[in-house]
Structure formats: structure tokens, C-alpha cells
């Protein structure tokens, strides 16, 4: 089977094609980046950038330094509508998962497995604008809206398309959820490529005062963030020993593209810390 093939089972490749339009933005054509020098974004000796309401500035155009404003703009837009179109791949992804156990729960109760393979277009049509509601004697109702159930009902007939004919078991469900886990796998590998692309050819370098600032703000981090901070670390970093359950870090020495793809990271940590408190 050729390579092409096998992406087109996997579906769409919208990391690719995001990728393909970040690329042509940086592309010669377009405009390259200007190569900037420590120099260039280190303050000088005793000094620091101060913000318009006196703190320190740290980690200002991480993204973005050197390109034009018609660029930044487009950058902008890229990124907006490549997280929008991943957000949703992610979410259709986890209803699947989710519908592929719901189904084996059924198996196992042997209640509702009828119901998949006998909804109709009635069952799963929305009048109005609204959500139609199920009658309460019916098997579906444990679904409470149009959206779930065509979900369990395209998971059904997936499942049914992989087993052949004859009644859906617990070999044909399992089959399917570890297609769902091999499509996962595949969106983290595509997912750590694009953001290291966007990173290495977007990303200024970090100053010695940002390193610095960098390391004191992963230290505050809680304890449950820590483990995916080593992944990037050991990812970005193959000779790391990984079978270490530590990682002692120097942040003067890593590389600049491992330093921000930390910074952002950290970034989202203290965001979600903030919007549950």
C-alpha cells in the first residue's frame, strides 16, 4: 500500500496543509525572516524593557519579530483557524471514543445495540432549529441529543463496516477503538512537527534575562504540570537519558526552539490556573 494511501485512510492531513500555508508565508518569495543577534533583543548592562505600567516586560514578540504587518496579520489568521479546524478534529475524535465505549457498555448490558443499527433519519433529524427530544420509552433516550446519537450511530456502522456482516462483539469494538488510538498517536507526532516548525521559523531568540525568568516561572509550576514539561524537554532533546525519572536542566543551554516551545507551555499552565480560580 503507498504512502499516499495510507494518509488518505487516516483522512485529511490538516497538519500538512497548515503547515504548507505557514511555510509559504515565510516563503522567499514572501518575505524571509531577518536574522536577529542576541544583541538585537538582549537589554544592555543594568537595564530592562519596562511595560507602560512599570513591570518588567518579559517575552514580548515571541512570535512574529521581523515579519511585516500585513504578515503578523496573516500569521495571526493562519494560527486562529489552524487551532478552530484542530480544536474541532480533536473534539469529533473523543465523541467517537467516547460513542466506541458507550457501544461496549452496551455489548455488555445487551440493551441498546439494536437501537444503533435501526435509528432512522426520523431519530435523527432536528426540527426547528431544536434538539429533538426522545420519548421517554424509548432505548435511545439515554442519548439526550441529535448530536450523540448520530455520533453512536456513525461509530456503529464503522464498526459494522470493519467486522463485515453479522452482529457487532467485543473483537469488532476493541479493532476499532485501536484504529481511534493509532489515529491519536498520529495527531501528537503531527502535532509536536508543526509546532516545532512554527517555533524554529518564527520564534526570535530568547534572552539571557528571559531564560532566567524562564526557569524561576517553571519551578512555581504545580506538580502535575511537571511531566509534560519533561516530555518536550526529552523530545526536543534525544541524548536526554530517559530512563531517568529526573532531569536536571540548564536553561542557558538549550536550544531556542526547546526554550519557547517551554515558555508557551508554561504560558497555558498559568492561563487555566487563572480561569479556574
Sequence with gaps: MSKDSRENECGPDYFGYWKHLFLDLLSPNGGALLPLKESDTEPAAGTCSV?????????SEALGKGLSELKKEKLNLILKQSISCLNNE???MLDNISAAFQLEADLRGKELLGCYASASKEDLSVHSGHRKRKAPSSPMSSY??????Q????????????QGSGEIGHEAVEKYLNEMLLKLGKIEVDLEDFLNVLVSK???????????????LVQKLPSKAVDRLAEIIKDRNPATNQNSDTIQVDFEELDDVTLWRLHFYVENVAKANRLHT
Design 51 to 59: 511595560g507602560g505600567n512599570g513591570s518588567v516586560s518579559y517575552f
Design 90 to 92: 480533536a473534539d469529533e
Design 144 to 149: 439526550p441529543d441529535n448530536h450523540t446519537l
Design 151 to 162: 455520533t453512536a450511530k456513525q461509530v456503529y456502522d464503522a464498526i459494522q463496516a470493519l
Design 202 to 216: 518564527c520564534s526570535r531568540p530568547m534572552t539571557i534575562a528571559e531564560k532566567r525568568r524562564l526557569g524561576r
